[in-house]
Protein backbone atom coordinates (compact mmCIF):
# COMPACT_ATOMS: atom_id res chain seq x y z
CA UNK A 1 0.00 0.00 0.00
CA UNK A 2 1.46 3.49 -1.07
CA UNK A 3 1.13 6.09 1.69
CA UNK A 4 -1.29 8.43 -0.27
CA UNK A 5 -3.86 5.28 1.00
CA UNK A 6 -2.75 4.71 4.38
CA UNK A 7 -5.28 5.51 6.92
CA UNK A 8 -4.28 7.49 10.08
CA UNK A 9 -7.48 8.60 11.03
CA UNK A 10 -11.26 7.21 10.13
CA UNK A 11 -13.90 9.61 9.53
CA UNK A 12 -17.00 7.82 9.38
CA UNK A 13 -20.30 10.13 9.61
CA UNK A 14 -22.70 7.12 9.34
CA UNK A 15 -21.82 6.01 12.90
CA UNK A 16 -21.43 7.46 16.82
CA UNK A 17 -17.74 7.80 16.92
CA UNK A 18 -17.25 5.62 21.06
CA UNK A 19 -13.69 6.39 21.38
CA UNK A 20 -9.95 6.67 18.87
CA UNK A 21 -7.43 4.63 20.96
CA UNK A 22 -3.55 4.61 19.70
CA UNK A 23 -4.52 2.20 16.77
CA UNK A 24 -7.85 1.66 16.61
CA UNK A 25 -11.54 3.52 16.14
CA UNK A 26 -14.69 2.01 17.34
CA UNK A 27 -17.87 3.66 16.52
CA UNK A 28 -21.46 2.24 17.96
CA UNK A 29 -23.73 0.19 15.76
CA UNK A 30 -26.77 0.14 17.39
CA UNK A 31 -26.60 -0.59 21.46
CA UNK A 32 -25.19 -4.18 20.79
CA UNK A 33 -22.20 -3.97 18.41
CA UNK A 34 -18.87 -2.24 17.42
CA UNK A 35 -17.33 -1.45 14.42
CA UNK A 36 -13.75 -1.37 15.40
CA UNK A 37 -11.02 0.43 12.87
CA UNK A 38 -7.81 -0.46 12.69
CA UNK A 39 -6.12 2.47 10.93
CA UNK A 40 -2.91 2.90 10.26
CA UNK A 41 -1.31 4.67 13.32
CA UNK A 42 1.55 3.83 15.36
CA UNK A 43 2.50 4.55 18.86
CA UNK A 44 5.60 4.32 20.41
CA UNK A 45 6.52 5.42 24.29
CA UNK A 46 2.57 5.88 24.81
CA UNK A 47 3.30 8.68 21.74
CA UNK A 48 0.94 8.18 18.84
CA UNK A 49 3.16 9.50 15.63
CA UNK A 50 2.15 11.98 13.38
CA UNK A 51 2.62 9.72 9.77
CA UNK A 52 1.11 6.32 9.44
CA UNK A 53 2.33 3.29 8.66
CA UNK A 54 0.46 2.63 4.87
CA UNK A 55 -0.93 -1.51 5.37
CA UNK A 56 -0.51 -1.97 8.84
CA UNK A 57 -4.14 -1.65 9.96
CA UNK A 58 -5.26 -4.40 7.27
CA UNK A 59 -1.94 -5.98 8.05
CA UNK A 60 -3.20 -6.11 12.24
CA UNK A 61 -6.81 -7.05 11.04
CA UNK A 62 -6.07 -10.14 9.01
CA UNK A 63 -3.53 -11.27 11.73
CA UNK A 64 -6.01 -10.71 14.30
CA UNK A 65 -9.22 -12.74 12.60
CA UNK A 66 -6.54 -15.96 11.43
CA UNK A 67 -5.49 -16.53 14.82
CA UNK A 68 -9.12 -15.89 16.28
CA UNK A 69 -10.16 -18.64 13.86
CA UNK A 70 -7.44 -21.44 15.11
CA UNK A 71 -8.26 -20.32 19.34
CA UNK A 72 -11.71 -20.24 18.96
CA UNK A 73 -12.40 -23.61 20.81
CA UNK A 74 -10.47 -22.65 23.63
CA UNK A 75 -12.73 -19.51 24.83
CA UNK A 76 -15.66 -17.95 22.56
CA UNK A 77 -14.19 -14.18 20.80
CA UNK A 78 -16.30 -11.34 20.38
CA UNK A 79 -16.65 -11.13 16.53
CA UNK A 80 -20.13 -11.47 14.88
CA UNK A 81 -19.55 -12.76 11.57
CA UNK A 82 -21.48 -9.52 10.07
CA UNK A 83 -19.41 -7.93 7.31
CA UNK A 84 -18.11 -4.47 8.76
CA UNK A 85 -19.42 -2.85 5.02
CA UNK A 86 -22.68 -3.70 5.87
CA UNK A 87 -22.78 -1.17 8.44
CA UNK A 88 -21.88 2.16 6.97
CA UNK A 89 -22.85 4.58 4.20
CA UNK A 90 -21.66 3.33 0.92
CA UNK A 91 -18.87 6.28 0.23
CA UNK A 92 -17.50 5.44 3.22
CA UNK A 93 -16.71 1.46 2.73
CA UNK A 94 -13.30 2.17 1.51
CA UNK A 95 -12.28 3.12 4.87
CA UNK A 96 -13.37 0.06 6.58
CA UNK A 97 -12.91 -2.61 4.09
CA UNK A 98 -9.67 -5.74 5.21
CA UNK A 99 -8.91 -3.15 8.21
CA UNK A 100 -12.17 -3.55 10.02
CA UNK A 101 -13.92 -6.00 12.57
CA UNK A 102 -17.91 -5.97 13.64
CA UNK A 103 -17.98 -7.14 17.32
CA UNK A 104 -20.40 -7.81 19.83
CA UNK A 105 -20.19 -4.98 22.47
CA UNK A 106 -19.12 -6.12 26.19
CA UNK A 107 -18.49 -5.24 29.66
CA UNK A 108 -14.65 -4.99 29.40
CA UNK A 109 -12.43 -6.37 32.66
CA UNK A 110 -9.84 -3.93 33.43
CA UNK A 111 -7.14 -6.55 33.42
CA UNK A 112 -4.40 -6.69 30.79
CA UNK A 113 -4.04 -10.69 30.63
CA UNK A 114 -0.08 -10.83 29.70
CA UNK A 115 1.24 -14.47 29.11
CA UNK A 116 5.73 -14.60 28.98
CA UNK A 117 7.58 -17.95 27.55
CA UNK A 118 10.85 -15.84 27.74
CA UNK A 119 12.35 -13.31 29.85
CA UNK A 120 12.26 -9.56 28.06
CA UNK A 121 11.15 -6.08 28.41
CA UNK A 122 10.04 -4.97 31.51
CA UNK A 123 9.99 -9.03 32.90
CA UNK A 124 14.01 -9.01 32.65
CA UNK A 125 14.29 -5.77 34.30
CA UNK A 126 12.45 -6.96 37.79
CA UNK A 127 13.74 -10.14 37.53
CA UNK A 128 17.09 -8.53 37.85
CA UNK A 129 16.16 -6.43 40.85
CA UNK A 130 14.08 -9.57 42.41
CA UNK A 131 14.13 -12.81 40.61
CA UNK A 132 10.70 -12.79 39.72
CA UNK A 133 8.32 -11.01 37.43
CA UNK A 134 4.55 -9.80 38.87
CA UNK A 135 5.57 -11.79 42.28
CA UNK A 136 6.32 -15.01 40.28
CA UNK A 137 9.33 -16.47 41.85
CA UNK A 138 12.04 -17.71 38.79
CA UNK A 139 15.22 -19.57 38.62
CA UNK A 140 18.57 -18.16 39.11
CA UNK A 141 20.91 -17.87 36.15
CA UNK A 142 18.82 -16.83 33.59
CA UNK A 143 19.42 -14.23 31.14
CA UNK A 144 17.69 -11.66 28.97
CA UNK A 145 15.54 -13.65 26.16
CA UNK A 146 16.09 -16.52 28.29
CA UNK A 147 13.49 -18.98 27.66
CA UNK A 148 11.44 -19.59 30.68
CA UNK A 149 10.95 -23.27 32.54
CA UNK A 150 6.88 -22.52 31.45
CA UNK A 151 4.91 -19.53 30.50
CA UNK A 152 3.57 -17.68 32.97
CA UNK A 153 0.91 -15.40 33.87
CA UNK A 154 1.97 -12.14 34.42
CA UNK A 155 -0.75 -9.58 34.29
CA UNK A 156 -1.53 -5.83 34.18
CA UNK A 157 -3.69 -3.01 35.25
CA UNK A 158 -5.15 -1.38 32.57
CA UNK A 159 -4.46 2.44 32.23
CA UNK A 160 -5.71 5.87 30.78
CA UNK A 161 -4.86 6.71 27.59
CA UNK A 162 -1.43 7.99 27.45
CA UNK A 163 -0.45 5.92 30.72
CA UNK A 164 1.64 2.90 31.14
CA UNK A 165 -0.23 0.14 32.25
CA UNK A 166 0.83 -1.30 35.24
CA UNK A 167 2.39 -4.48 36.04
CA UNK A 168 0.14 -6.39 39.37
CA UNK A 169 0.46 -9.21 40.88
CA UNK A 170 -2.65 -12.39 40.47
CA UNK A 171 -3.58 -11.94 43.89
CA UNK A 172 -4.54 -7.93 43.12
CA UNK A 173 -6.38 -9.59 39.91
CA UNK A 174 -8.95 -11.40 42.60
CA UNK A 175 -8.81 -8.51 44.57
CA UNK A 176 -10.08 -6.67 41.68
CA UNK A 177 -12.43 -9.01 39.82
CA UNK A 178 -12.90 -11.93 42.70
CA UNK A 179 -10.86 -15.39 42.46
CA UNK A 180 -13.26 -17.00 40.18
CA UNK A 181 -12.72 -14.77 37.14
CA UNK A 182 -9.16 -14.37 37.83
CA UNK A 183 -8.22 -17.63 37.74
CA UNK A 184 -10.53 -18.49 34.84
CA UNK A 185 -8.95 -15.54 32.74
CA UNK A 186 -5.24 -16.70 34.20
CA UNK A 187 -5.89 -20.26 32.61
CA UNK A 188 -7.28 -19.23 29.59
CA UNK A 189 -4.77 -17.06 28.51
CA UNK A 190 -1.97 -19.57 29.50
CA UNK A 191 -4.09 -22.35 27.21
CA UNK A 192 -4.08 -19.63 24.30
CA UNK A 193 -0.47 -18.70 24.86
CA UNK A 194 0.86 -22.50 24.55
CA UNK A 195 -1.26 -23.11 21.33
CA UNK A 196 -0.40 -19.85 19.50
CA UNK A 197 3.18 -20.55 20.71
CA UNK A 198 3.22 -23.46 19.27
CA UNK A 199 1.40 -22.92 16.01
CA UNK A 200 4.33 -20.12 15.66
CA UNK A 201 7.50 -21.97 16.40
CA UNK A 202 6.50 -24.19 13.26
CA UNK A 203 6.69 -20.84 10.98
CA UNK A 204 9.85 -19.97 12.35
CA UNK A 205 8.82 -17.25 14.89
CA UNK A 206 8.92 -17.23 18.57
CA UNK A 207 6.30 -15.38 20.51
CA UNK A 208 8.14 -14.00 23.40
CA UNK A 209 5.29 -12.76 25.52
CA UNK A 210 1.61 -11.09 24.29
CA UNK A 211 -1.16 -10.00 26.26
CA UNK A 212 -5.08 -10.82 25.91
CA UNK A 213 -8.14 -8.45 26.61
CA UNK A 214 -11.05 -10.14 28.07
CA UNK A 215 -15.00 -8.59 28.09
CA UNK A 216 -18.46 -10.55 29.66
CA UNK A 217 -20.99 -10.04 27.50
CA UNK A 218 -24.49 -9.80 29.01
CA UNK A 219 -24.96 -13.65 30.10
CA UNK A 220 -21.59 -13.25 32.10
CA UNK A 221 -19.68 -15.75 30.21
CA UNK A 222 -16.05 -14.62 29.28
CA UNK A 223 -15.28 -13.79 25.51
CA UNK A 224 -11.82 -12.91 23.69
CA UNK A 225 -12.06 -9.11 22.81
CA UNK A 226 -9.95 -6.35 20.88
CA UNK A 227 -6.81 -7.35 19.15
CA UNK A 228 -5.36 -10.55 19.22
CA UNK A 229 -1.59 -12.08 18.95
CA UNK A 230 -0.14 -8.88 16.21
CA UNK A 231 2.73 -7.68 16.56
CA UNK A 232 1.17 -5.03 18.02
CA UNK A 233 0.13 -7.01 21.38
CA UNK A 234 2.97 -9.38 21.71
CA UNK A 235 6.77 -9.63 20.61
CA UNK A 236 7.60 -12.02 18.00
CA UNK A 237 11.04 -12.42 17.59
CA UNK A 238 12.49 -14.73 14.47
CA UNK A 239 13.49 -18.04 15.93
CA UNK A 240 16.58 -18.39 13.79
CA UNK A 241 17.88 -15.55 14.89
CA UNK A 242 17.35 -15.87 19.08
CA UNK A 243 20.36 -16.37 21.26
CA UNK A 244 20.09 -16.14 24.89
CA UNK A 245 21.62 -13.09 26.87
CA UNK A 246 20.39 -10.35 23.83
CA UNK A 247 17.29 -8.98 22.23
CA UNK A 248 16.78 -10.92 19.21
CA UNK A 249 15.56 -8.60 16.35
CA UNK A 250 12.25 -7.90 16.25
CA UNK A 251 9.26 -8.33 14.31
CA UNK A 252 7.19 -5.07 15.58
CA UNK A 253 7.71 -1.60 16.44
CA UNK A 254 11.12 -2.14 17.80
CA UNK A 255 12.86 -0.71 14.87
CA UNK A 256 10.60 2.61 14.86
CA UNK A 257 11.60 2.70 19.06
CA UNK A 258 15.24 2.28 17.96
CA UNK A 259 15.14 5.21 15.88
CA UNK A 260 13.76 7.51 18.33
CA UNK A 261 16.04 6.21 21.35
CA UNK A 262 18.33 8.44 19.27
CA UNK A 263 16.06 11.06 17.49
CA UNK A 264 16.56 14.84 17.87
CA UNK A 265 14.25 17.44 18.13
CA UNK A 266 15.85 21.01 18.33
CA UNK A 267 18.99 19.32 18.68
CA UNK A 268 18.04 17.54 21.85
CA UNK A 269 16.82 13.98 22.41
CA UNK A 270 13.38 13.68 22.14
CA UNK A 271 12.10 13.56 25.26
CA UNK A 272 9.38 10.74 24.30
CA UNK A 273 6.57 12.95 25.18
CA UNK A 274 3.84 14.61 22.37
CA UNK A 275 4.54 16.42 19.55
CA UNK A 276 6.57 13.10 18.27
CA UNK A 277 9.14 13.37 15.57
CA UNK A 278 8.47 13.86 11.72
CA UNK A 279 8.93 9.92 10.88
CA UNK A 280 11.87 9.63 7.81
CA UNK A 281 10.11 8.00 4.88
CA UNK A 282 13.38 4.98 5.48
CA UNK A 283 11.88 4.27 9.12
CA UNK A 284 8.07 4.32 7.67
CA UNK A 285 9.38 1.83 4.87
CA UNK A 286 11.25 0.04 7.38
CA UNK A 287 8.52 -0.16 10.43
CA UNK A 288 5.85 -1.13 7.51
CA UNK A 289 8.90 -4.15 6.28
CA UNK A 290 8.66 -5.71 9.83
CA UNK A 291 5.11 -5.86 10.22
CA UNK A 292 5.16 -7.45 6.73
CA UNK A 293 7.20 -10.18 7.25
CA UNK A 294 5.24 -10.89 10.65
CA UNK A 295 2.38 -11.51 8.44
CA UNK A 296 4.07 -13.64 6.02
CA UNK A 297 6.24 -16.23 8.16
CA UNK A 298 2.95 -16.73 9.74
CA UNK A 299 0.18 -16.68 7.30
CA UNK A 300 2.35 -17.83 4.45
Known amino acids: MSPANALHTSTLSSLPLLAR ?10 QDRILMVASDRISAFD ?7 PGKGELLTRMALWWFERLGDIVPNHLTG ?50 SVCGVPLPAGLHNASQLPAPIYTPAAK ?3 GEHDENITFERTVEMIGPELAARIRDVSLQLYTRAAAIARE ?20 V ?5 LTPDSSRY ?20 R ?30 AAKYREALERLLG
Open 21 to 30: GKVRDNYAVG
Open 47 to 53: VIMGEPI
Open 203 to 222: KGIIIADTKFEFGLDAAGTL
Open 224 to 228: LMDEV
Open 82 to 131: DSPESVVAPAEAAQVVGRSMLVKRLKPIPVEAVVRGYLAGSGWKEYQDSQ
Open 237 to 256: WPADAWREGRNPPSFDKQYL
Open 159 to 161: AAM
Open 258 to 287: DWLEQAQVDGEPWPKTPPAPTLPAEVIAGT
